[in-house]
């Protein structure tokens, strides 16, 4: 239902008033939902992470989220600059820690400047508000991540969505598209499978086709390419014009910006919603987000090191016939298939204090359930050992 501000009607006396139509109750509305969910087998539960179990789940990949020089960097920029903001960017809130966190950023990423926003699904759904209307047609892999479908449906724009990582398919949507303005989006990393687009491609269809290519990178920043700038490290704004990343991943704080040429950026800034109606992100965050990027342009071996471990776990869990996938990201899905065997494997080595992420519809497609095992430069050999223990352990318990 829409909202409006109407001057306030006339009373309607009492003998005239039409009866409410029937409605359901909120109460019942709300307990038909979770019925069919929990139906599925799909209502979710969360736990709070006391930081006992051995984590295999998140996305800190680097071990920065952990790391005391950031959270020490925290400290400094609340002591500095207060707990808050205060306002948004265009009011009073854009501080000297945002200023400096944006352009050093910009620098790393070879792009004229960046732009900070709270989070990465802030970020998708501001540029494709921003980008898009009702003129513009935006082509997506199948398999982007939702806040690149929400923004799209927030746009008003024509979406297409071509099959995952299938650049015949892309040319095939593009050949018939009349629109003024195209789009390619593409995750970098793909969140759930670990696969990494092929982006010079991808800036190769975008170029034959005069679309614009916007890659969100969220898994990709820090952990690709030689000096962690991404899976499009090196490409351009000649290439990609829009790019997206976030914070709260290999960076380990929290936030996402969108870096671009100088004329893209200011027109985000002017048009985004979600950019203008919210809140600066607390300084603390901006100060933590510099520090940690100063970790992963300086310190290599972070990197390094996350790599040695995505080729340990690769090289055992294939000799234990595990079912792995494609990727070589610290994004390692087991590809299970079936729902209720995901969600045993999953409370086996919760069981043995491992956690990992079980991944079900409608998060993936149907049939395609999984353990999302992610890996992180902080593990050890021994940490690795115990979570293929604990695989064996499944393997074993359900065989026939
Ligand atoms: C996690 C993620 C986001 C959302 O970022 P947040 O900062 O967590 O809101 C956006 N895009 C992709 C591909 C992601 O994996």
């Known amino acids: 239902m829409r909202w409006r501000w109407m001057p306030v009607p006339e009373p309607i006396p009492d003998s005239v008033r039409k009866p409410t139509p029937a409605t359901t109750p909120w109460p019942e509305r709300l307990a038909g939902a979770r ?15 006391d930081g006992a179990a ?6 800190d990949y680097l071990g920065l989220a952990l790391d005391p020089r950031v959270s020490e960097a925290a400290a400094v920029g609340a002591r500095r600059f207060g707990a808050g903001a205060g306002a948004s960017h265009l009011v009073s809130g854009h501080l000297a820690i945002h200023e400096a966190l944006e352009n050093t950023l910009a620098e790393w990423l070879g792009r004229e400047r960046a732009l900070l926003f709270s989070t990465g699904y802030m970020a998708n759904l501001g540029v494709l508000q921003a980008l898009a209307d009702g003129g513009t047609a935006l082509f997506q892999d199948r398999l982007n991540h939702a806040s690149l479908i929400d923004g799209a449906a927030l746009s008003g724009a024509r979406s297409r969505r071509f099959h995952h990582r299938d650049n015949d398919d892309l040319e095939r949507l593009l050949a018939r598209s009349h629109a003024a303005h195209r789009l390619i989006i593409s995750d970098g990393v793909f969140s759930m499978d670990g696969d990494v687009a092929d982006v010079n491609a991808l800036a190769h269809v975008a170029r034959r086709h005069q679309a614009w290519l916007m890659i969100d990178d969220a898994h990709g920043i820090g952990v690709l390419g030689e000096h962690g700038g991404g899976c499009s490290e090196g490409m351009g704004s000649d290439e990609v014009p829009v790019l997206v990343g976030t914070l709260g991943k290999a960076l380990g704080t929290g936030g996402a910006f969108v870096a671009g040429d100088a004329a893209l950026i200011e027109h985000i800034t ?74 045993r494997w999953a409370a086996s080595l919760e069981r043995a204090g491992i956690a990992v992420g079980a991944i079900r519809p409608p998060t993936v497609p149907l049939g ?33």
């Open 35 to 49: 019925r069919e969910r929990e139906g599925a087998r799909r209502w979710r539960r969360r736990r709070v992470n």
């Open 54 to 59: 051995l984590d295999f789940a998140g996305n």
């Open 270 to 343: 002017q048009f985004a919603r979600s950019y203008v109606y919210t809140t600066a992100q607390p300084p603390a965050v901006a100060s933590a987000s510099l520090a940690a990027l100063n970790i992963v342009r300086d310190e290599p071996e972070h990197r390094a090191r996350l790599n040695a471990n995505i080729a340990t776990f690769r090289r055992e869990a294939q000799r234990l016939g595990l079912p792995l996938a494609k990727s070589t990201t610290p994004i390692q899905p087991l590809m299970l298939g079936d729902e209720a065997r995901t969600l």
């Open 368 to 400: 395609q359930a999984r353990l999302r095992i992610t890996l992180s430069a902080l593990h050890t050999p021994d940490d690795i050992e115990r979570l293929l223990d604990g695989l064996v352990a499944c393997q074993r318990e359900v065989a026939p």
